[in-house]
């Protein structure tokens, strides 16, 4: 059986350029098994031809593969820190042209939030937002920027009002003023590079799944491009528990700090 997955990872890098070796073992065994049991195919083996020949099948592994649980302005607390505090220090040091990416955007709830809460601080037509994820699914997704009301909840009613309209089928979808301030792109974390001189990078309760080695790889590539005095913002479900090796200074419990000099 351990030869299998080891074999069936491989497979899958050849295949997606996806390397399973990054994320925890039990927790994908047990992603790749539950998929296994639901196409009824025999082992690794099996689930392997299968996502070669159906295209349905592949672009649903990576879909699950890749966790994809996201909602606007989730853990409102740290988006209103966001609001109060990390923006205006941003702009203070920086001026209004930031450079900010979302990195493993999944279903785009993230950007779009990221973009309501800077329009409180300066005009639409001068945010941007680089917004990356591994899983071409996810971003169409993103891109459509149709949302059920579950996944709006925690939106703060102006914004509701402002930003978005119900579709026929009771959906919600984002205006173009905002969905026209980002930028998405297939990328993978592991292997592509990064968008150098960020201001502020994004990324937020994903890298739980990944391992130790994978996770302090990202971090320190996160700390290397991001400018002297940029900003890192994760997940609540994380920490940076080597951050001072890496050079950040800990604002608090979710932000961290390239200092400068």
Known sequence: MEYDYEWFKKGVYDLTKIDLNAYKEKQMKRRIDTLIGKYEVKGYDGFLALIKKDREALDSFVTYLTINVSEFFRNMDQWNLMDKEMVPELMGKFGKNLKIWSAA?????????????????????????????????????????????????NTPDEFKKKYFTE??????????????????????????????????????NVLIYFTEEAKDEIFRKYYANLVPGGILFIGSTEQIVNYKDIGFVRKNSFYYEKPKG
């Open 105 to 153: 955007c999944s279903t785009g709830d993230e950007p779009y939030t990221i973009v309501m809460m800077l329009s409180k601080h300066m005009p639409l037509n001068q945010i941007n937002v680089y917004a990356t994820d591994l899983d071409a699914v996810v971003l169409a997704k993103a891109k459509a920027a149709i949302y059920d009301k579950k996944e709006i909840a």
């Open 167 to 204: 579709t026929e089928d009771g959906r919600m979808k984002v205006s173009s003023e905002i969905t026209s301030r980002v930028t998405f792109k297939q990328a993978d974390l592991l292997r592509d590079p990064y968008p150098k001189d960020c201001h502020l990078i994004v990324c937020r």
